[in-house]
């Protein structure tokens, strides 16, 4: 029996807020077809909350699947139907999407090419669709622009996929794209002479102090120097979070309860959740911070279960290091610089070398849904793919709850 892969990716409207997902499936790493089939969609509907949380979910199906019954077994406010842009388009067709469509469904086409000629290829079901996703790599960018008006005008929002940058990020908001979607949401922005604040100044020393093994009169005149954080912390530790009898009052109790790891993952943490000008802007990478943190340690867990609570807090700092560039800014180099970290986190982040370099390699694919690289990684590990799934599912659960509790 072969495996089955199930992703998710996220799709973010012009304000950096996550609107949906993309939803990818593959029977196993060598096949071309992502989509959905009948059977698929049956054994998804009991996981369909874990991994599409509040937001919609776009599913690929091909025109077979609209002839399907199991078409009605999911929530139509939960789900878009993306049909792939080579479905032989004929009268038949479009009686069944005009059926469906009265009967609540909504349809997009995926990643479709964007010219002319697609224009008229695609003109029968234009009325029937609500979302046009766009490869904006391969596609006419002016006659884009100039038809984005006349599809809001009909009804249809436009997705851009595949992409890449900033800079076509950019582009793409500025002709009047409602949706975008590509590895740029993971790329660094880097900014020329951009410098560290004040503010973040003093959270790097505070979490160097923590990873020097400092003493605890040192640390505790540190953390009582920088009267945000403290105050910041004592809030956190007397929160219904710890259920504590008696309320804690001063930051040696803080050291000694939380302890000196935790504290480390929530000053960092802190750092990412504050550290943007507007919400919008910090939440995707806030959960994107969650969902490989949290990949990375239940990741370690299955792959060495004798892993110590030290191998474990290297796993979560990894993941978290492998993606601060993006919050400030910067070269990776520049940002760890200022940071005390272990030779061997410093080596998986910046050149992949090492066990974790392996891990993070891991959690980028499955984030990407390389399942080449994915199964390869198991084979020399001897794993099966079944083993994490589950975690896999967990930690999306965990992205999802997390972004509930940030009230988005």
């Given at each position: ?16 807020k996550i609107f949906a997902y993309d939803l990818l499936y593959r029977e196993n790493a060598h096949t071309d077809d992502n989509g959905f089939t009948a059977t ?271 191998d474990l807090s290297k796993a979560y700092f990894t993941g978290m290091l492998s993606l601060i560039h993006l919050l400030f800014h910067m070269p990776q180099r ?75």
């Open positions: 029996m072969s495996d089955r892969y199930i992703g998710r990716q996220p799709i973010i409207n012009a304000k950096a698929v969609i049956s054994n998804l509907l009991g996981s369909m909350d874990t991994i599409l949380g509040k937001h919609i979910g776009f599913i690929r199906v091909n025109a077979e699947f609209l002839y399907y019954d199991v078409i009605n077994l999911l929530p139509y406010e939960k789900v878009v139907y993306s049909l792939f842009p080579d479905t032989l388009i004929d009268e038949t067709l479009v009686q069944r999407m005009l059926f469906l469509k009265e009967q609540g469904c909504r349809f997009a086409l995926n990643e479709s090419l964007y010219d002319d000629k697609s224009i008229q290829k695609y003109a029968l079901i234009l009325p029937f669709l609500s979302y046009l996703k766009i490869d904006v790599s391969r596609s006419d960018l002016s006659l884009i622009g100039r038809s984005i008006p006349l599809l809001h005008e009909v009804g249809i929002e436009v997705i851009g996929s595949k992409i890449e940058t900033h800079d076509m990020y950019e582009l793409c908001r500025s002709m009047g794209f409602d949706y975008f979607q590509g590895y740029f949401i993971s790329e660094p922005n880097i900014i020329k002479n951009i410098s560290f604040s004040p503010e973040q100044e003093g959270i790097f020393r505070l979490w160097n102090l923590l990873q020097q093994e400092s003493e605890m009169p040192e640390l505790v005149e540190a953390f009582q120097s920088n009267h945000a954080i403290s105050l910041r912390l004592l809030r956190f530790i007397n929160s219904a979070t710890f259920s504590l009898k008696n309320p804690v009052s001063s930051m040696e109790q803080v050291l000694t309860l939380m302890g000196r790891d935790p504290i480390s993952r929530w000053i960092m943490l802190l750092m990412f959740s504050e550290s943007q000008s507007e919400i919008e802007q910090r939440i995707p990478l806030l959960l994107m911070v969650i969902h490989r943190t949290e990949l990375m340690s239940a990741l370690m867990g299955v792959i060495n279960p004798k892993a110590s609570k030290d520049d940002v760890l610089s200022k940071l005390n970290i272990a030779s061997e986190i410093e080596e998986a982040v910046l050149e992949g070398h090492g066990f974790y370099g392996e891990l993070l390699d891991l959690s980028r694919s499955i984030e990407l849904f390389d399942t080449e690289a994915i199964e390869l990684f198991l084979a020399m590990k001897g794993l099966k793919y079944a083993i994490i799934e589950p975690l896999i599912h967990t930690v999306m659960e965990k992205v999802n709850t997390f972004e509930k509790a940030m009230g988005e």
